[in-house]
């Protein structure tokens, strides 16, 4: 198939079938950019409250610029991949600052914003400003590979740049904008992954993988990524006022920004001994309050893409009032611990398993 078949089909098949969607027709780079980062590894029905939710509390690139870094996490909690909410975060910061609020206009100038690759330039560039550049992820890699029947890994730098010259290629000969848009939406609707309705889709006639029967097989990558097993004790300490402590994750790891309970990792899945947990509240308490035995409440377990966490949570419960915490742990009133942004196994803890009223 020739690049300008593949953008005739395309359009054709989209002027029918255009998905209406809450930042669909935007030319504000604000809005385009909140909703290609939420997007990002995120299914529409999921992101679609967030971005409301965002739009809200900072209704321009001014208002999340001077937002707290606690309250972008917070109005990002439950979406995951937290190093997004960051980089928008710093990103606004950058606009603000170095471009008086106002998004740059060009593809260069847009790449060199942090957290804005090749992709959210491409959106951003050809929906707010018609730049020629095509929009190449995930569904796009695999909507290309099948059609030409790349049976190459699309994991490789050669095949990557043979899909995306293709694509240059096709999104010249239209309306930037509404090429990418096509693009975006025949790869959520038709190309789908696993076993698409190839008998209906308007491609079929070109489409190498459908007439060699390889389209379960395409794309083919070559890596496969084991997922890194972590295994994380959380001990929320409570005092007979109902306060329990929690500490900011700072580290350059997973979920940093976030908050979390007192935590020791063990890297087996065993129990944290005597010690290591005198060692752990020694941290945090003065030596005359320890001597509670943890009480174990739940096991709890989450997917990320690179790890997958188990999580056991434990309760202590003291029998006298917190005396001074140590920095940098934070004591704080079990009915507002829900105002600070958890990752979303905390999240499912306190909301099910906290076994206390006050949360
Ligand atoms: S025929 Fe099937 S594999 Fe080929 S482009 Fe259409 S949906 Fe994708």
Redesign the pocket.
Known sequence: MNTGQFSQRLLEWWSENKRSLPWKNQTDPYKIWLSEIILQQTRVEQGTPYYHRFLILFPDVKALADATTDQVMKAWQGLGYYSRARNLHQTAKQIVELHHSVFPQDYDGLLKLKGIGPYTAAAIGSFAYELPYPVVDGNVIR?VS??NGITRPVDTKEVLNEIYLFVQDAIRQTKPSEFNQALMDFGAL??IPGK?D?IK?P??DY?S??HQSL?QTIPYKSKRVQKVIRYFHYYDIQDTSGNTIIIQRTENDIWKNLYEFPMIETTAETTPGRDDITGLLLKILPENELGATPVKVVKLKQILTHRIIHADFYKISLNCTFGEIKQPYCLVDSQKVSNFAFPKIITSYLENNSGSKNY
């Open positions: 909507l099948r059609i038709v190309c698409p190839c889709c491609m079929n489409c993988a459908y389209v």
